[in-house]
T-cell receptor, first 112, second 116 residues
Framework: KQEVTQIPAALSVPEGENLVLNCSFT??????LQWFRQDPGKGLTSLLL?????REQTSGRLNASLDKSSGRSTLYIAASQPGDSATYLC???????????FGSGTRLLVRP | GAVVSQHPSRVICKSGTSVKIECRSL??????MFWYRQFPKQSLMLMAT?????????EQGVEKDKFLINHASLTLSTLTVTSAHPEDSSFYIC????????????FGPGTRLLVL
């Protein structure tokens, strides 16, 4: 059974820092991996989608990497801003059914 | 990006009542709809998958007679929580899948249910 773990559970950093969020999964036979952002009481916003054949994806200040063989993904946020404060979720898709298996999230606080 | 709406956004009800949550994909047709729930300070868990015009497939541990899913059209799916109890209080999110396209999931804004 696939299990997705995110470390750390919470993170507080001063504005401007670069930071890394970690995601690990137990079954490496994934279809793809996705990073989301969730603001308090709100739905999800997709940040980056990495296909199983890809190693990384970039969007603005965000960079996500994927190492399937070791069951790991990282989300790198450059020059963090207070507006980046949110919970970041990673999720894996195991097959073409597109069912998502989520990690428990990392709650990020960027202090002004 | 695609637009997905959910209604209501928030509902408070008494124990024993039924609550219907609507999910609409406003600018694309969704042959498949996923329903997730999120308990406080926990991650999202898939409840069920529905395909337009057929019965939903429920994940292990989710009672199909309690959580009724109807996916009658390509743009509308409903989740009815029957005889709701306080333990059903959660954040419910729908995710319609765009027909025939392998791409990012589009999530509804969620419905927060509080059962007193």
């Amino acid at each position: 059974k696939q299990e997705v773990t995110q470390i750390p559970a919470a993170l507080s950093v001063p504005e401007g820092e670069n930071l890394v969020l970690n995601c690990s999964f137990t079954d490496s036979a994934i279809y793809n991996l996705q990073w989301f952002r969730q603001d308090p009481g709100k739905g999800l916003t997709s940040l980056l989608l990495i296909q199983s054949s890809q190693r990384e994806q970039t969007s603005g200040r965000l960079n996500a990497s994927l190492d399937k063989s070791s069951g790991r993904s990282t989300l790198y946020i450059a020059a963090s801003q207070p507006g980046d404060s949110a919970t970041y979720l990673c999720a894996v898709i195991m097959d073409s059914s597109y069912k998502l298996i989520f990690g428990s999230g990392t709650r990020l606080l960027v202090r002004p | 990006g695609a637009v997905v709406s959910q209604h209501p956004s928030r509902v408070i009800c008494k124990s024993g009542t039924s609550v219907k949550i609507e999910c609409r994909s406003l600018d694309f047709q969704a042959t498949t709809m996923f329903w997730y729930r999120q308990f406080p300070k926990q991650s999202l868990m898939l409840m069920a998958t529905s395909n337009e015009g057929s019965k939903a497939t429920y994940e292990q541990g989710v009672e199909k007679d309690k959580f009724l899913i109807n996916h009658a059209s390509l743009t509308l799916s409903t989740l009815t929580v029957t005889s709701a109890h306080p333990e059903d209080s959660s954040f419910y999110i729908c995710t319609p899948r765009k027909q025939g396209v392998r791409e990012t999931q589009y999530f509804g804004p969620g419905t927060r249910l509080l059962v007193l």
